[in-house]
């Protein structure tokens, strides 16, 4: 099975400007999730999509935002670019329905703002 | 909130050393733990999870963890480390929801 995949794998935005990140989950995961990883917070989860729906949100400003589409594929969405934006983003999906959730994870998107 | 602890930042062995890596957590309810491994250049991999029974559970590469619910611990250790062991190492918790919170992370470096 392929893994979870995301695009692009870099980015480099300015300051103000919108960014849009996809990810494709492994075949038949329906959970897709989304983190920032940063040298100074870590990894930090930002939201889960499951079903189109969003069903958790972390603790990131409105500015932050997401959907999934009904083949699962999900994108990611921040508008406003800040400094503090700069991040790896990583996307991790998931098969929903054994009661037990693990989250495989993409390579990320390396995001810089200028 | 909860939250995950993993107390080494850094640690630096040469090869066939023993390996523990402490791994501890706040919340009071059913967790679900995991380990993940990210390798230089390479993204996050599963090396193993916890989710009920056996609190010894095997993972990967020759990695186990061990699961004390006393002491809200996950440690991750490893018998004989090798040189491509040296990565960085993130302590997880699921609670409830499906979302990770993840530990600060340990570079582990071994030396050849």
């Known amino acids: 099975k392929a893994g979870v995949t995301q695009t692009p794998r870099y980015l480099i935005k300015t300051r103000g400007q919108q960014v849009t990140l996809s990810c494709s989950p492994i075949?038949?995961?329906?959970?897709v999730s989304w983190y920032q990883q940063t040298p100074g917070q870590g990894l930090q989860f930002l939201f889960e999509y499951f079903s189109e729906t969003q069903r958790n949100k972390g603790n990131f400003p409105g500015r932050f935002s997401g959907r999934q589409f009904s083949n699962s594929r999900s994108e990611m969405n921040v508008s406003t670019l800040e400094l503090g934006d700069s991040a790896l983003y990583l996307c991790?999906?998931?098969?929903?329905?054994?009661?037990?959730?693990?989250?495989?994870f993409g390579p990320g998107t390396r995001l810089l703002v200028l | 909130a909860q939250s995950v602890s993993q107390h080494n930042h850094h640690v630096i062995l040469s090869e066939a050393a023993s390996l523990e890596l402490g791994c501890n957590y706040s919340?009071?309810?059913?967790?679900?733990l995991f380990w993940y491994v990210q390798y230089p250049g390479q993204h996050l991999q599963l090396l193993l999870k916890?989710?009920?029974?056996?609190?010894l559970v095997k993972g990967i590469k020759g990695f186990e963890a061990e699961f004390i619910k006393s002491k809200f611990s996950f440690n991750l250790r490893k018998p004989s480390v090798q040189w491509s062991d040296t990565a960085e190492y993130f302590c997880?918790?699921?609670?409830?929801?499906?979302?990770?919170?993840f530990g600060t992370g340990t570079r582990l470096t071994v030396i050849p």
């Open positions: 991790a999906s998931s098969f929903v329905g054994r009661g037990e959730e693990t989250q495989y």
């Open positions: 075949s038949g995961h329906r959970s």
């Open positions: 919340y009071g309810g059913t967790v679900n």
């Open positions: 916890y989710f009920s029974g056996d609190p």
């Open positions: 997880a918790v699921q609670t409830g929801a499906n979302n990770l919170f």
